[in-house]
């Protein structure tokens, strides 16, 4: 911190100026209190006599003044000087810095957070009353505990984070939130908050608008920021990238009632994996990703190995050279020696069903291959198909090749990639990593995305505030020095530059033009510019040079963009100054260019979701700001009135793509992109510039396909930028800890980004589901096939923070872009006016499709990843294994071939290599985990035991490519029975069954947390408030109704002289009994081994399954379930509504819901039922229980241990 620093006056003269500071030290009483600092300025006089005068900063005298007995620093002798008035310099005091403990940390130090999800629906809150979009709402607990000795009764903080959803409501009296701007969201205390208690714990239910079905939804680093001094402090155990610290794992991942996506489970993924991988191809020598356009191999083809690459007549690759000679180095790591295979280039002409000029023919034989082409792109991409044939893993000391001859041209001209480095920062050599990747599978745009709301990543000569505030986030609300931290980036600015110098920028455009990659920068605009705005605005504060300003200071629009952004995110486009900024912004990127030697040929403009989002049907009903963008500014207004035709309050993003269009062409760019949605309703006789592109993004369940015929009308060039297909940032598969957003789809995997057809969007009705995971029904529309400039993947990285994070979600699903963008599928179908397409349809030769993405996906998992990884050093997703347990044997499987399975029989103490099924023994939970071959790179883990639903058998036969759709799954033979209030959509076990198994109490995420602060409830309406929370924290214990776990660990003898005490050991044995001695009095009473593990089982028919009941004794209208007791008679406005007792509908529905599903008393007598405890991995287990009031016979049916706590779960959640 900065101390208090004092100039002792000397002959009237000082060396410096005082001004306040917000820093503090410690005073006798622990706080601290402002203090003054100085800023070191120069005294004017001789400089010989000031030796320490040097450049303008000298030390200066530092004195710390005593505040009760205690300062911050230790005063020390110094060297320093300063000049007095009569010129001499006097040896001064300075101080060793020692830190004041921030008053932030004194809180966010012993705090920690955990964020448990309640539920999507069915959570009986009026979503509509917090002006919730379409009225969708969540609800979650956030559970901070303290951690401090000592009470902490300030209220002067606020715990600041990053929100992807808007926070609409906190339901604690102590607490209200607030908004600040994007996803920067508040929470603090109220007027009533009396603070935390030593050791305790605080509990948060709240509320937020849409739903969270993936648990990267919730971004890091909480911070505690106080307004006494406005230090920051992050939580620790939410500084992290393993969501788990502070993010109970989610138990769900349904979306809404309407949700039909089937969760991922192990033995779902086995029946995937097994459909995915019959007939995998053994012999891939002749398979290239991508796969050329024509492949011949004769007859006596031999093969031949070969142990390293030259490349003869190398200087007709021209500018290409250096990067063909560096990949080849590269890839086969060799050094040149005369034991090398010959590549020998050619310019020559090609046959006419190939020609063009990245077409290429390339014969193959042991004596050497030659490669022929018209242009040196042709030579290039006829080597880096050489290199796609090395089997780089291969342990022996040549790599194998094979006799063959190629003929190869591209699909589309434009085969991209999209890189957003503004949301978060992607490192020069990651962009170039990623280069290497794209030259070698034949990818040849880099679509650059340089600016965003939440960063700006290239130096601007003469615009210094865009990269000294623009690429810098932390929390400064005055903006002055960086922009507001967003994406769970924390309170602090990054310590290495977050930006691309002039001279990273140029070695970039270099390397790239080596490798036959274009790259064309995006910089946002006008909406997503808010980087931009604020580094100029923070220009005008710091300058007062309004040049390059970028808002309206006298507009009051009042509006709300998808990311949540104020006016601030949209560059006003009546502003002359924003017009001087794009030309300032063009020329110093045209320079960059010209010093690498290249012409900026493409400038990708952006253009998208310039509005405001509160003008939306959604929110119609709700009193909110429905003000057109710039509507309020009187630049606009007066622009408007100066010429009538023009509508830039309706219409900004298509009156500034005009205006940039017109600098651009003047600049002598020749293209100018943009996202679709930024050019709506313009043609392309309108601009100026020789060419405009537009990037296609509607998904094709939300009408996609009429949005791409109207734009095939615009004469705008097309690329497929499909966000249900093409998006990176979405996860591979169905599950809560995939990462990613999912507004678009819930899975992108490797298969269905394969079984893309770009030219035929229609088609792909038939071979994937919607957002929900329903059939499509699309009918291709009467009009020409729209003509297809080319197609990209897009990784998005709002969620992804991390390099590790940006290569999982890139690789390897880039290289499935490649493959479609430069050959086309020979199940392609063309684009046919009025023909249907739905899941039910045959069109799509499907055998064709799976017997194509079999052998692209063996030569993915075979050669491909491991050279990306022991190559390149790319470090991609290994997917998860697949599993089932059938009678104690252990059976796996994995997505991608060549890929390493390992399991463990103790929770991941001990692994063990799966070579073929295994016997594990009966009852046994399992964990598994996929590995790369060498084993450097690990999926995440996955657990299976064999209660879960054997009948899930959810692949389409005809196409195993598809998607998994509930009426496939968990039908017929499945016995487990849900509460009414769970959708019987639900079509298997509730999600993660398998993955968080009830013995293991980390990892059970739907009782509620043990309280630090035990606290019996005895009002009724204070129960029914419990009752009703959606995720329950509701304990019983004999006659005891508490809020908190605590309560029953009071030792409390158990009924009828069962020794034993109310427990919560690790919640496994929550009630008053003791399971093992219910075990004891099964054998005692002579049931033979086999009858007693069936009735611990819950599975026997024999009389005995109850004798352990009939020693406890329960109040007359209970309901049992996991041990706990509810008293329907007893509680009056929780269970016992109107006084009806056992006959109360929660206690009705209670008996509905579990009656068949365990042991029940079949006398007809009002005593206790049987606890069929479940013997399950080595312990016991109480299962659920019913009162049986109606004294009908019910038998004993299916109930398991992982079936009875998920129940549980869905019976807390329900209430």
């Not at 005009?658 to 992109?673: H, P, T």
């Not at 959708?983 to 043990?1010: C, D, G, I, N, R």
Request: a negative charge; aromatic letters at 10%.
């Amino acid at each position: 911190p900065d101390l208090t620093v004092v100039i002792p006056e000397a002959g009237g003269q000082t060396c410096g100026e005082i001004r306040q500071s917000t820093a503090g030290h410690v005073n006798g009483d622990g706080t601290c209190n402002a203090i003054q600092s100085v800023e070191r300025q120069c005294c004017p006089g001789p400089a010989d006599l000031c030796v320490f005068c040097k450049g303008g900063i000298p030390d200066l005298t530092v004195v710390i003044p005593e505040a009760g007995g205690q300062t911050c620093g230790e005063i020390k002798q110094s060297s320093a000087s300063f000049i007095t008035g009569d010129e001499t310099c006097y040896i001064i005091q300075s101080v060793e810095r020692k830190c004041c403990m921030h008053m932030a940390s004194n809180l966010a130090d012993d705090l920690s957070l955990r964020i448990q999800m309640a539920s999507n629906f069915d959570h009986g809150i009026d979503c509509a009353s917090h002006n919730a979009d379409w009225s969708l709402c969540y609800s979650q607990l956030f559970m901070f505990e303290y951690a401090g000795n000592e009470a902490y009764t300030d209220n002067n903080f606020a715990i600041y984070f990053s929100s992807i959803h808007r926070l609409l409501h906190v339901d604690h009296p102590d607490f209200e939130h607030g908004h600040v701007v994007g996803d920067l969201t508040y929470i603090k205390p109220t007027a009533s908050f009396k603070g935390f208690e030593p050791s305790s714990e605080i509990i948060l239910p709240v509320v937020f608008e849409y739903w969270s079905v993936q648990e990267s939804d919730k971004m890091p680093r909480f911070f505690v920021v106080d307004s006494r001094d406005d230090s920051t402090a992050v939580i620790p155990n939410t500084d992290t990238e393993d969501l788990h610290d502070f993010v109970i794992p989610y138990t769900s991942s349904m979306k809404t009632e309407g949700d039909n996506n089937v969760p991922m489970t192990a033995e779902n993924r086995y029946t995937r994996n097994e459909k995915l991988s019959e007939g995998f191809e053994t012999d891939t020598s002749t398979r290239i990703i991508p796969t050329p356009f024509r492949v011949e191999v004769g007859e006596t083809a031999q093969s031949f190995g070969i142990v390293g690459v030259s490349l003869i007549n190398a200087d007709l690759l021209g500018k290409l050279q250096s990067g063909a000679e560096e990949l080849v180095s590269t890839i086969t790591m060799k050094t040149a020696s005369d034991r090398d295979h010959v590549l020998i280039l050619t310019i020559g002409t090609l046959p006419n069903d190939i020609a063009g000029t990245e077409s290429y023919t390339m014969e193959i034989t042991a004596e050497g291959t030659t490669i022929t082409a018209s242009h040196e792109e042709g030579l290039f991409y006829g080597v880096m198909s050489f290199l796609g044939l090395l089997d780089t893993s291969s342990s022996r000391s040549t790599m194998p090749v094979k006799e063959m001859t190629i003929y190869d041209k591209p699909r589309f001209d434009y085969r991209g990639h999209q890189i957003d480095s503004a949301r978060n920062f992607r490192t020069k050599e990651s962009v170039m990593q990623t280069i290497d990747t794209m030259a070698l599978y034949k990818l040849n745009n880099l679509h650059f995305g340089l600016s965003n709301d939440e960063g700006w990543r290239l130096e601007i000569p003469g615009m210094e505030e865009l990269t000294t505030v623009g690429s810098r986030r932390c929390f400064d609300l005055s903006e002055e020095t960086c922009i507001l931290t967003q994406l769970g980036s924390g309170p602090d600015a990054s310590d290495e530059p977050q930006f691309y110098s002039v001279a990273d920028f140029v070695e970039i455009l270099k390397y790239a033009a080596a490798r036959n990659v274009k790259v064309a920068p995006e910089f946002n605009m006008p909406g997503h510019a808010r980087a931009a705005v604020v580094s100029m605005e923070a220009r005008a504060k710091k300058k007062r040079d309004n040049s390059y300003r970028l808002m309206d200071p006298d507009d009051e629009t009042e509006l709300l963009t998808v990311q949540f952004y104020d006016r601030s995110s949209i560059i006003n486009p009546c502003l002359d100054s924003s017009v001087r900024f794009v030309v300032k912004l063009v020329d110093e990127v045209v320079k960059m260019y010209a010093e690498a030697q290249l012409g900026l040929d493409v400038w990708q403009f952006g253009g998208d979701e310039a509005k405001n989002i509160l003008l939306g049907a959604g929110y119609s009903a709700y009193d909110l700001p429905k003000e057109l963008p710039f509507s309020k500014s009187p630049a606009c207004i007066q622009k408007m009135q100066e010429d009538p035709t023009i509508s830039i309050d309706t219409d900004a993003a298509n009156y500034w793509a005009l205006k940039v269009n017109q600098i651009l062409a003047q600049k002598g760019i020749r293209e100018m992109m943009a996202w679709e949605d930024g050019l709506n309703g313009m043609m392309k006789e309108e601009f100026e510039i020789a060419e405009v592109t537009v990037n296609f993004w509607s998904t094709l369940f939300w009408g996609g396909t009429d949005v791409l015929v109207e734009a095939s009308k615009t004469g705008f060039g097309v690329i497929m930028a499909n966000p249900d297909y093409l998006y990176f940032d979405f996860p591979y598969e169905v599950h809560p800890e995939e990462r990613g957003y999912y507004w678009g789809t819930r899975e992108n995997s490797v298969a269905k980004v394969f079984s893309f057809a770009p030219e035929n969007l229609p088609q792909n009705a038939e071979t994937s589901v919607d957002r929900d995971g329903n059939a499509m029904n699309i009918t291709t529309p009467v009009w020409p096939a729209p003509v297809i400039k080319g197609m990209q993947g897009q990784t998005w990285s709002a969620t992804v923070r991390t390099e590790a994070q940006h290569q999982e979600m890139t690789y390897p699903r880039v290289l499935a872009v490649a493959e479609r963008a430069w050959h086309r599928g020979s199940w392609e179908l063309d684009w046919t006016p009025t023909q249907n397409y739905h899941g039910t349809t045959n069109h799509v030769p499907k055998d064709q499709l799976a017997t194509d993405f079999k052998g692209f996906n063996t030569v993915l998992g075979c050669r491909e990843v491991r050279k990306i990884w022991q190559r390149l050093g790319i470090a991609y997703r290994v997917p998860p294994p697949g599993a089932m347990i059938e009678g104690g044997i252990l059976i796996a499987n994995t997505e991608l071939p060549c890929t390493r399975i390992q399991y463990s029989l103790d929770r991941g103490v001990n692994w063990s290599e799966y070579f073929a099924p295994v016997d594990v023994g009966v009852g046994k939970y399992v964990s598994l985990k996929s590995l790369s071959a060498d084993g450097g790179l690990e999926s995440r883990v996955v657990n299976v035991d064999q209660t879960e639903c054997l009948s899930c058998q959810g692949v389409c036969e005809s196409n195993p490519l598809m998607p998994f759709s509930s009426p496939q799954v968990c039908g017929a033979g499945s016995t487990l029975q849900f509460p009414p209030t769970v959708p019987s959509k639900q079509p298997t076990l509730p999600p993660l069954a398998s993955e968080f198994p009830p013995t293991v109490p980390s990892k059970q995420p739907t009782l509620p947390p043990l309280a630090s602060v035990a606290n019996t409830v005895s009002d009724s309406n204070e129960i029914n408030s419990l009752f009703k929370n959606p995720v329950g924290n509701e304990f019983f214990c004999g006659d005891t109704f508490s809020s908190v776990a605590e309560t029953c660990l009071v030792s409390k003898p158990c009924p009828n002289g069962l020794s034993g005490v109310c427990t919560d050991d690790n919640r496994q044995n929550q009630g008053c009994f003791k399971v093992s001695q219910c075990a004891a009095e099964y054998e005692a009473a002579g049931a033979t081994s086999t009858e007693a593990y069936n009735t611990q089982q819950g599975t026997s028919s024999d009389e005995r399954c109850r004798i352990c009941g009939e020693e406890q004794v329960h109040s007359e209208n209970t309901v049992f379930f996991e041990g706990e007791e509810f008293l329907c008679r007893e509680f009056d406005g929780v269970f016992n509504e109107g006084g009806k007792g056992a006959d109360s509908p929660s206690c009705t529905l209670a008996r509905e819901l579990y009656t068949d599903t365990c042991c029940i008393k079949s006398d007809g007598s009002n005593a206790a039922p049987a606890p069929s405890p479940t013997i399950f991995d080595g312990g016991e287990y109480p299962t659920l229980w019913i009162m049986n009031t109606s004294g009908a016979v019910t038998k004993c049916s299916l109930t398991v241990a992982l079936a009875c706590a998920m129940m549980t779960s869905f019976f807390r959640m329900w209430f």
